[in-house]
């Protein structure tokens, strides 16, 4: 195969997943293991319908330069020995440097999808990763204008440079399931249509300290406790914080279970009165659910889902608890106001944009790539 797509967690497989169907036979799949659970990923290549990745030995849990070191020697002896015509990462982890400076040490075509995030907080290292990205990709898909605009302000080579929108559009749009499975979900979890919560939470920034972590379980729980239902599906790192900082307290009332598959993720966004998250990805997903979204975040990247009004920042404690009951409360004409928004992400053909301009730079068209 001769486009090498190069991942190593859970937001990547998804955002990546209609790109490797557009490139079809063509793409060699690496996971460098950055976040690596067999349950877990197992579930979630067969709910995106993808092949099983070349593993490489799993990093996870080291610190960051180690985990960026360890994979970028073993993406170099896997392209020493089989040298793709081009190397695609997406987003902003560790496994995306690696792969771009295991491109760019063979001199071997970058494509970078989702270029020109900026969140301008200089504290996430995932801001680091994405500037260190754009600037040694040769190819640089923007989801949205805005992100171009960032791109061309740090004198990047507009040549470079194209607006593609968003492959999460396109996978939404598959991989959601249909009424009836949706119905059924619904069921399963005990929750009506426009009648609960989802969360998630897993970022450091509310998951390192107990005042943030208790803030945000505390909010939850007075929500669940006015009586409406809050689905918690938590990260892994998550349940250790809960553990170590002896909140299990506050998650009495939520309905806890573990990372559910994507499919059933989406079920459960499309229907939620109200998402709260610090996910990249769900920032996105609610454009094209057409869901309200609580984000706690100090900071965002991507301002476009706060800019068409589907989604807030709110730190911690009482303006997330504030704002959840306000929008609970106003949630039938948000609701109707949200499904006539259009998505800022795009029209669905990012993943066809991007597979063409891949097969451009590696220098064959789409079709011959796997010659
Ligand atoms: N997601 C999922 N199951 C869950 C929680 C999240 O499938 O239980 C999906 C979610 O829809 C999103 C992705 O996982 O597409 C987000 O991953 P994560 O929050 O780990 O990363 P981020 O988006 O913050 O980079």
């Not at 009424?179 to 399963?188: G, K, Q, S």
């Not at 107990?210 to 938590?234: K, S």
């Amino acid at each position: 195969a001769s486009v090498a797509v190069v991942l190593g967690t859970r937001p990547e497989l998804v955002k990546l997943a209609p790109l490797i169907h557009e490139l079809g036979e063509a793409t060699r799949l690496v996971h460098t293991g950055q976040h690596w659970d067999e349950a877990m990923s197992g579930r979630f290549l067969r709910d995106l319908g993808l092949p099983r990745p070349e593993l490489l030995t799993g990093v996870g849990g080291r610190p960051r330069a180690g985990q960026i070191a360890q994979s970028l020697g073993q993406l170099d002896a896997a392209f020493a020995d089989d040298r793709p015509a081009a190397v695609v990462v997406q987003g902003d982890t560790n496994a995306t440097l690696a792969g771009a400076l295991a491109a760019n040490a063979r001199g071997i075509p970058l494509v970078h999808v989702e270029a020109g995030l900026r969140s301008f907080d200089r504290a996430m290292p995932e801001e680091h990763n994405r500037v260190m990205v754009d600037h040694v990709s040769d190819l640089l898909c923007a989801a949205t204008p805005e992100n171009a605009a960032n791109l061309r302000a740090e004198s990047l080579d507009g040549q470079r440079i194209a607006v593609t929108g968003n492959t999460v559009v396109e996978v939404v749009r598959h991989r959601l399931p249909d009424a009836p499975a949706r119905a059924a979900l619904l069921t399963r979890h005990g929750v009506a249509p426009d009648g609960y919560v989802l969360a998630t939470v897993h970022r450091p920034e509310n998951t390192d300290t107990p005042e943030a972590l208790g803030a945000v379980l505390a909010e939850l729980d007075r929500i669940a406790r006015a009586g409406t239902p809050v689905l918690f599906p938590m990260h892994p790192r998550t349940r250790a914080a809960v553990e170590r900082f002896a909140l299990d307290r506050l998650l009495d009332r939520l309905a806890v279970t573990e990372p559910v598959g994507y499919a059933e993720f989406l079920g459960l966004a499309r229907h939620a009165a109200l998402l709260v998250s610090d996910s990249g990805g769900v920032q996105e997903e609610c454009t094209v659910l057409g869901r309200p979204l609580l984000v706690v975040r100090r900071s965002t990247e991507r301002p476009e889902a706060v800019d068409a009004g589907f989604a807030a920042l709110v730190r911690p404690g009482a303006e997330l608890g504030g704002l959840a009951r306000a929008w609970l409360a106003d949630r039938t004409e948000r609701l109707a106001r949200l499904a006539a928004t259009p998505s800022p992400y795009g029209d669905g053909l990012a993943s066809a944009r991007i597979a063409r301009l891949t097969a451009e730079l590696a220098g064959r068209p789409v079709a011959a790539l796997a010659a």
